[in-house]
């Protein structure tokens, strides 16, 4: 099945102070799938994991999911509700993590949907490192539409300049 696009439906950057959680309301259901992009860092203080939670319709239950990852030569898996890697500040403000989330059938109230997510961080630096690298796939247990897209912070805030797109894809 070939596809159109992608099509740009809506951009964010973020502001000073930061943001807890990123929008995209009112998503038009003229098209099929969606995709995701994003470059962000975070304001966590710590050497640590720092997952971006998408939440569809801004709700986090029927959620599943499992991430599999490589972390300075260590891979692992985990399981994720719907989320994939940022960048912590903690290596300075140059440093901000990639990705993106391709979401299937977005706009049927037929099907479930599902997602495969891909995020990478690289902050090799004389203070320590963090070179990760995961995939992420899923599911979201429900016939409804999604309408909205919730990119959330649990615990920290995005910090200035991290941005998001929000693109459409048709299926022929």
């Known amino acids: 099945m070939a596809s159109l696009g992608p099509?740009?439906?809506?951009?964010?950057?973020?502001?000073s102070g930061g943001a807890s959680s990123v929008v995209f309301n009112s998503i038009p259901q003229t098209y099929t799938d969606l995709l995701m992009?994003?470059?962000?860092?975070?304001?966590r203080g710590t050497f640590s994991s720092d997952p971006i939670y998408i939440y569809p319709n801004g709700l986090s239950s029927s959620l599943t999911g499992i991430t599999l990852f490589n972390a300075n030569g260590n891979v692992?898996?985990?399981t994720e509700s719907f989320g994939?890697?940022?960048?912590?500040n903690i290596?300075?403000?140059?440093?901000?993590?990639?990705?993106?989330?391709?979401?299937?059938?977005y706009s049927s109230s037929s099907n479930y949907k599902n997602w495969?997510?891909?995020?990478?961080?690289?902050?090799?630096?004389?203070s320590g490192q963090m070179n990760y690298v995961g995939i992420n796939t899923?599911?979201?247990?429900?016939?409804?539409a999604i309408t909205s897209i919730t990119f959330n912070k649990l615990g920290s805030l995005f910090n200035q300049y991290s941005?998001?797109?929000l693109y459409g894809i048709v299926k022929q």
């Open 37 to 43: 992009k994003f470059s962000v860092q975070t304001n």
């Open 163 to 165: 941005t998001f797109y």
């Open 116 to 126: 495969l997510g891909a995020s990478a961080v690289d902050s090799n630096v004389s």
């Open 76 to 78: 692992g898996s985990n």
């Open 138 to 144: 899923g599911l979201w247990s429900s016939t409804s």
């Open 7 to 15: 099509t740009l439906i809506n951009s964010y950057t973020v502001g």
């Open 91 to 105: 290596f300075g403000s140059n440093y901000f993590g990639n990705g993106e989330v391709y979401l299937t059938n």
């Open 84 to 88: 994939v890697e940022a960048e912590n």
